[in-house]
Nanobody
Framework: QVQVVESGGGLVQPGGSLRLSCAAS????????MGWYRQAPGKQREWVAR???????NYADSVKGRFTISRDNAKNTVFLQMNSLKPEDTAVYYC??????WGQGTQVTVSS
């Protein structure tokens, strides 16, 4: 499997925004459903959002209305726009598709 590379994390105050990116290589990206996941300290990894090859999206209840997933198949990249961030959104964020191995993730810290 080919690995993905996540980026865009950082430290943000509650109520702030961040945009995460996930870059994949290879020709399989456009046919993969891609998902964002997160893992907070001491907790199991949880699913956050997914986008199909056709652009249909689904969200976990905890982020619905605040996060938006999108993709650019020409650039083999999937995005996660995160608005109205809360301290409980603090986690390492990962993206994943069936044809891709887990990446290193990107740290998001929401704190004042």
């Amino acid at each position: 499997q080919v690995q993905v590379v996540e980026s865009g994390g950082g430290l943000v105050q509650p109520g702030g925004s961040l945009r995460l990116s996930c870059a994949a290589s290879g020709s399989m990206f456009s046919i993969n459903t891609m998902g964002w996941y997160r893992q907070a300290p001491g907790k199991q990894r949880e699913w956050v959002a997914r986008i199909t090859s056709g652009g249909s999206t689904n969200y976990a209840d905890s982020v619905k209305g605040r996060f938006t997933i999108s993709r650019d198949n020409a650039k083999n990249t999937v995005f996660l726009q995160m608005n109205s961030l809360k301290p409980e959104d603090t986690a390492v964020y990962y993206c994943k598709g069936d044809s891709f191995a887990w990446g290193q993730g990107t740290q998001v810290t929401v704190s004042s």
